[in-house]
């Protein structure tokens, strides 16, 4: 059968822009955060990431990206008052978690206390800004209490009260690990997640977007959020990227595990991203404290390997604009501080749901739903055969 010529609207054969994986395509305004991948910036409501990492929390990160300015002293009392107020979980959710298979993945779990949370609520399908914005800061508070139950329940080990006197992130170390965490500890996973809050329209922050778009709640919104970001290329690679480079002995075996992928041209997880042709700016960070860290904690040679594995990348595919991305210093901090490779993406979660929720706010008062189109290539005008006559 000769090709169409015309399928619906879209005139085929035709010249299109079509960017694969939406590359180049663009949903909507925003005033929350901004990405430059030719110079390596990121930014939040008009605040250089190196600054918020330096001089912010992760509490005062939240509030600036869901409120659009950095919080007087007592917005943020207020604010940390709010999260402090809906740490607990409902025993529900607890009950739940414990049900799951012990091998069900640590982010399949989150996905699912997630909807408990939702199913719990009598507000959830009470779709109004002002509704959604008492969500969201439930939503921040009471992920990281999931994901440290989870955490405790996959070692069958009961979850760990939440403990008031503790901020936002050293509440949740205590909760997962069971143990009060140190200063460093406190320091640098605050750091990491300010990193992580928000990132322009990635897939999870998209997911969320495009289910919140249909009106949903905002439940199920982070639920396919979460969905999304545990695929190993997105949220899922700071998993891969560690799982990879434990068995590497020495510097010699991260230069071969390099040159090994390549030959194979197998991706290297931790590399490379779809905006960023300059190096990531959250890795830059997170690489000068994973030295740190890593030292402290008596592990150096994890390290000296993940330099070894970044310079053998850049060597071979920095020209390409291949960096180490968000995903691979974390891994090796988390693992320092004595954290499972399982939870790794979780956290990530943890502290990324401040941007997904701030950006469904953003969109929701002028909010009209997404939907793109494809081009048709397939066939046309084929004849109905009965089933007996195939
Ligand atoms: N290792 C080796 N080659 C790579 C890598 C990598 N990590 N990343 C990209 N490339 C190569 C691809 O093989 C491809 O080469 P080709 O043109 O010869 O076929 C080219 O660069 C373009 O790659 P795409 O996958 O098309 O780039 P895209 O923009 O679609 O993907 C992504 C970006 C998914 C992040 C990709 O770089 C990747 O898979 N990285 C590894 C997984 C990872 O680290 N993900 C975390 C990203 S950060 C985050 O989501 C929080």
């Known amino acids: 059968m000769a090709a169409p010529k015309f399928v619906g609207e879209v005139e085929w054969p035709v010249t299109i822009q079509l960017g694969k ?9 925003s005033r929350i955060g901004y990405v430059d991948g030719e110079k390596g910036w990121l930014v939040y409501r008009g605040y250089n990431i190196f600054d918020l990492a330096e001089h912010s929390t992760y509490e005062e990160t939240a509030y600036l990206l869901l409120f659009g300015k950095l919080p007087t002293q007592k917005e943020l009392d207020d604010f940390k008052g709010k999260l402090l107020g809906y740490r607990k979980i409902p025993q529900e959710v607890i009950d739940t978690l414990k049900s799951l298979p012990k091998d069900c993945h ?72 069971g143990e009060k965490p140190n200063d460093l500890m406190i320091k640098v996973m605050d750091i990491s997640m300010i990193l992580h809050a928000d990132h322009g329209m990635n897939a999870s922050t998209f997911t969320c977007m495009v289910v919140n778009s249909s009106l949903s709640d905002l439940y199920s919104s982070v639920c396919a959020g979460v969905g999304s970001l545990k695929g190993p290329l997105h949220g899922g690679a700071n998993e891969r990227a560690l799982a990879e480079m434990l068995p590497l002995k020495d510097e010699e075996e991260a230069v071969e595990y390099v040159r090994d992928a390549i030959a194979k041209k197998k991706k290297i997880m931790g590399f490379g991203h779809r905006v960023y042709k300059a190096y990531d700016p959250r890795a830059k960070v997170l690489g000068k404290y994973s030295q740190e860290v890593t030292e402290r904690m008596g592990m150096p040679h994890l390290f000296k390997i993940a330099r070894k594995v970044e310079e053998e990348v850049i060597a071979a595919y920095g020209e390409r604009g291949i960096f ?67």
């Open 324 to 390: 180490p991305n968000v995903d691979f210093y974390s891994g090796t901090i988390y693992y320092a501080l004595g954290i499972e490779v399982p939870l790794f993406t979780p956290i990530f979660a943890v502290s990324r749901v401040a941007g997904w929720v701030a950006r469904v706010l953003e969109y929701l008062p002028e909010n009209r739903i997404f939907r793109p189109r494809a081009v048709y290539v397939g066939d046309m005008e084929k004849e109905y055969v009965p089933i007996d006559q195939r």
């Open 106 to 177: 640590p982010m399949a779990a989150l996905r699912t206390g997630i909807s408990v949370l939702g199913c719990k609520d009598t507000k959830a399908d009470e779709v109004t800004v002002e509704n959604d914005t008492e969500i969201a800061i439930k939503l921040i508070s009471q992920m990281a209490t999931v994901a440290a139950a989870i955490a405790r329940i996959r070692k069958g080990q009961e979850p760990v009260e939440p403990d008031p006197s503790l901020d936002h992130t050293a509440n949740f170390l205590y909760m997962a690990l």
């Open 21 to 29: 994986g939406l590359e180049g395509a663009i949903t909507c305004h």
